[in-house]
Structures are given as C-alpha cells and as structure tokens.
C-alpha cells in the first residue's frame, strides 16, 4: 500500500501544477493568479474538496494525444465559504489556455448537475480562450450543456461568475447567464469575438480592454455588476456577497444576530432632504444610515448610477435595496436603470430576498432618445419584475414620487406590504411647475400678469399636491413618519413580514417584456 500510496501522491503532485512551472510564472507575469490560487483565497481554509482532479481530455486531432494535462484545464470541487456550502470550478489558463474540451465541460456540468441536486450555489472562476479549436464540434456541444445547466439552475441556486483573464466565445455566455459576474480592472476582459475579428468585420479598431475590459462592461454595457482593482479584492468580496445570498430559492429569510436593545433612532437623517425640493442630496446618506453597521454592499456601482441596487441588513435580515439616485440626473429613470433595477428585484424575488424601496423619482427620461430605444419596453421590465415580486416589499418615499414612476417604484397598488412617506415627500401625477403650466395654461395666458400668476398657481398645486397627505388619506401611504424613525419602522416591518405569504395565478412561466 505504501508505494501504491507514494504512486498517488506523485500522479496527484503533477496534476496539481496544471500547464507547468514556467506556464505558471508567466500567468504571475500578466498579474494573473493560478486557478488553485484563487480556490485558496475564496474559500474557508482547508475547506476545499477537488473532484475529477485525474480527468484528461480524449482527443487525439491536431497532436493533442501527446498533451494531455491531468485536470484538463479546470479545477473542479465544493467547499465553504463563512461556513457555507458552495459548488465551485475554476479554469486554469495554463493548459490551453483555459480552452473548453469535451472533458473540461464534463468537469462542470458535474458540479452544476451536483449543486442542483444539493441546492447550493455554484462559482464560477472562468479565465478560458472559449471553445478548444482543435475539438471542434466537440466543444461547442460542451458549452450547450453548461449554458443549459445555467438556465435551469437559474432562480433555483445563485449563481456567481467571476471572469479573470481574456474570456472569448463561449467563456462569456456562461457568466452571461449567472446573476452575478465580478471583473478586474485591466485583466479580464469579455468579448464575443476579439479585437482582430471586429477589425476584419466592421474595420475597427479596438484594444481588448476597450473592447471588453472591466470598466466597459462594468461602466458602458452592465454586463458586469462587480470591478475590481485586484484578484484579490474581487475574491474576498465573493465571500462577502454569499453572506447575503441563501443557499436555494427555497431557504427563506438570511438572517443574523440582532440586538433590539440598541437605540433605533437616527437623529441625523432629519438633516438630509434640502430645503429646496429641486436640490440634489446624495441617497447613499441615507442607505448607510438606515442599514444594519452601515454595510452596504452595492450591485451595479458603475452602472446607471441614477438608480442603485445592493445588499444590506435590516435588523439581521438581508435585503436587496432598490433606491432613485437625486444625485444623479435627479434619479430619474432611464432605460438602463429600469434594466438594472428590474434585473436585481428579480433576483430578490427568486431567493426570497425581501426588497427595500427608497424613492425619490421625478419620473421616466422624456426624449427620443430614450423612446427610440424602447423606455416604454424596458421601462416595463421593472414595473413588471416589482408587480411580479412576492416577497416583502416596503418603500419609503423621501421626496418625489411622480407620475408613472409612482405606480412602478412598488406603489401599494403593486402589493407594497408598507409604504411610508416622510413628510417631504411630494405624491402627484407631475412635478408643480410642468402641473401648472398645463392645468393652468389658458388661464395664465389671459392674466394680465402671467408670471405672478404662475407664482399663484404654482403654491396653490404645491400645497394641494406636493406632499403626503392626500395619499395618506387614502391609505396609499401606510404612514407619514419623521425621518429618525425609518430605521426602526423598517426593522419592525421586516420582522413582522417574515412569516408573509403571498402567491402569483398558477401558470407555466410569466413573459416579462424583454
Ligand atoms: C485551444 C487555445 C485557445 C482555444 C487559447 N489557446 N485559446 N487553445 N483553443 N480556444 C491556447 C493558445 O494556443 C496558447 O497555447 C495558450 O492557450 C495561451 O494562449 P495565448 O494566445 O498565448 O494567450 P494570450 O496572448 O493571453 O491570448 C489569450 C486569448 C487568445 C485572447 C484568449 O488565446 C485567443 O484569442 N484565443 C482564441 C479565442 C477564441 O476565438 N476562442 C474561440 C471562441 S468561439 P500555447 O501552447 O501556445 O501556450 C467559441 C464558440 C462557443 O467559444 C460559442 C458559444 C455561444
């Protein structure tokens, strides 16, 4: 047994170098990690558990049975992270280029296929050149299963990609379909088709990192909700974001230790809302000061900042937030941050997450622009995904809520469980001035003095409209708090919906206007 012993240790110490020693420095040379590296830094120590670490690929095309790497290219296994249970693989970059063969597939769709049955969320650490040329066909079947596996595990265990080297082809639809994808600044890269093949087909010229580098993806087309200056700081926030997350969609309500003693009232959110209603202030004041340890940990930063999407606490349960953005175009809501907030709410939505709304939304972008492009198609989505959404849903209106946008930033009317307003909120069809310019034109047309009788006008609507109480009265609006209050209302409310059940009409799947 002892030599049987040693044998394995020899076949296992070789498989555990991948592409090899100078494969492996030159990764380090373009401030790369190895996959094992990686593996280390994300997962809770001494905690990972390879499987399929002998599996090597079957080809023999193009000289490939004389290089064949134990492991094939990705290494595969569960693990825990903060004590959770997690299904993860990670490509390494130093055997052909992290390509995707017929065996490395196999490798994942095990895990994937493993995960479903488990019910715990998989990782994926992709750094791949995409489909292995020399396989052809072979490896395109391979990608089909793993994007499959990921449209139905989708909504049944979360999904996280984290896209670490120049990902191509098939190496990107994967992530493209999981929930999450983190990237770093200057290292990964995302493209359909590389920068030679934009230049024959359209005559561009583009570097990969304009192409599909961190801050274009991160900044210009959101396809990635993470960016990162380094491997090291996207990994560690992994781990913070499956401290959020649960397990499967049937684990209901994350939850941490609370102490309810503690004082609840923030004095300092009295002192936010300027005086003047058309003022910009930053929301993220207040998300900070409304959440557990002030620990927000924001989706999407870069991306259609007008709206802002993350996790957080309330009272030890996690929440998603949805807020509008004054600092940003007023926090109105454009095509983008409809994208972006509908695509969150559905992910709360599917993992039980409840849903915090903070609002304060002069309505949707006018334009053609923004017309043209479809804002009423996309504007949907979001009013969809929140009609949609079962899970407990509270807002809290800190100023503006007009119009349309009313109605789509989880109104009661769209089963909000408890919508506060603090008493700078302004509730009504339009902001005052576009109101009376309307409502009043004929009338201020014919006065002798328009502008004073826009004035006139204009405080007549603003004391009739612009503020809580007429949808307080109609119960709209569950209660006009002081601000101070917001948190313990929210942490109240939050505790009281835990045991919330509430169910859409049986049917085979919604059609969310994509
Ligand atoms: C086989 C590959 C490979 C691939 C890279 N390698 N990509 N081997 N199949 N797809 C190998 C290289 O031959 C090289 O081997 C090693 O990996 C490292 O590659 P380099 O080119 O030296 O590295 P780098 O300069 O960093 O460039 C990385 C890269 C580039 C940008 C990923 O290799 C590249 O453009 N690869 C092809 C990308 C691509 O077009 N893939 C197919 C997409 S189609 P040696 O032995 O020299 O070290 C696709 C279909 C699925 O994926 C579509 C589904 C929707």
Redesign the pocket.
């Known amino acids: 047994m002892k030599e049987k012993i040693e044998n394995l240790r020899k076949i296992k110490s070789e498989a555990l170098l991948g592409?090899g020693e100078e494969?492996i420095r030159?990764q380090h040379s373009?401030g790369k990690l190895t996959a094992r590296e990686r593996i280390e830094l994300l997962v809770d120590e001494g905690s990972f558990d390879e499987v399929d670490m002998l599996v090597k690929h079957r080809s023999s095309d193009f000289g490939l049975d004389k290089?064949k790497i134990p492991g094939d290219g990705v290494v595969t296994g569960f693990a825990r992270i903060h004590g959770k249970p997690v299904a993860l693989f990670s490509q390494d970059?130093?055997?052909?280029?992290?390509?995707?063969s017929e065996a490395h597939a196999e490798k994942i769709c095990k895990i994937q296929d493993m995960a479903l049955k488990i019910g715990i969320p998989v990782i994926g650490l992709n750094d791949?050149?995409?489909?292995?040329?020399?396989?052809g066909v072979v490896?395109?079947g391979g990608?089909?299963e793993i994007?499959l596996r990921n449209t139905l595990s989708s909504g049944v265990i979360p999904q996280i990609s984290a896209v670490l080297?120049?990902?191509?082809?098939?190496?990107?639809?994967s992530p493209a379909i999981t929930d999450f994808i983190f990237m770093v600044d200057k290292t990964s890269?995302m493209f359909?088709?590389?920068p030679?093949?934009v230049k024959t087909v359209t005559h561009e010229e583009v570097t990969?990192e304009e192409l599909g580098g961190a801050e274009t993806h991160a900044v210009k087309s959101g396809v990635a909700h993470f960016k990162f200056e380094s491997e090291v700081e996207l990994l560690s926030a992994i781990r913070r974001l499956i401290t959020f997350i649960p397990l499967n969609w049937k684990d209901r309500g994350i939850e941490k230790e609370f102490d309810f003693t503690q004082d609840l009232i923030v004095k300092e959110l009295d002192a936010i809302i300027p005086l003047q209603s058309n003022k910009p202030y930053n929301m993220h004041d207040i998300i900070e000061k409304i959440v557990d340890d002030n620990d927000f940990m924001e989706v999407h930063k870069y991306y259609a900042e007008n709206i802002i999407v993350g996790f957080a606490r309330i009272g030890g349960i996690s929440v998603g937030v949805v807020a509008n953005q004054p600092a940003v175009l007023a926090g109105v809501l454009d095509i983008n941050a409809s994208v972006k907030g509908a695509r969150f709410i559905r992910f709360c939505d599917s993992f039980n997450i409840p849903l915090l709304v903070i609002e304060d939304v002069p309505g949707f972008m006018p334009g053609t622009d923004q017309e043209w492009n479809g804002i009423i198609r996309h504007g949907a989505k979001l009013l969809f995904a929140f009609c949609e959404a079962t899970v407990p849903k509270v807002t809290v209106i800190t100023r503006k809520a007009y119009g349309g946008a009313y109605d789509v930033m989880n109104s009661k009317h769209i089963r909000g469980d408890f919508n506060f307003a603090w008493p700078s909120a302004e509730i009504a069809v339009m902001g005052p001035k576009g109101a009376v310019e309307i409502i009043f034109k004929k009338e201020i047309s014919k006065s002798d003095n328009p502008e004073l009788k826009i004035e006139e006008k204009l405080n007549e609507y603003i004391e009739k409209f612009a503020n809580p109480f007429v949808a307080a009265e109609r119960g709209y609006i569950d209660d006009v708090i002081e601000p101070n209050q917001t948190r313990l209302k929210l942490i109240n409310a939050f505790q009281l919906l835990k045991t919330k059940v509430d169910k859409n009409p049986p049917k085979k799947h919604s059609n969310i206007p994509l």
């Open positions: 592409g494969k030159n373009k290089q970059f130093t055997v052909f280029g992290g390509s995707l791949s050149g995409g489909a292995r040329i020399q396989e490896s395109l990608y089909a994007f080297g120049p990902c191509a082809g098939g190496a990107v639809y890269q359909v088709t590389g030679n093949v990969f």
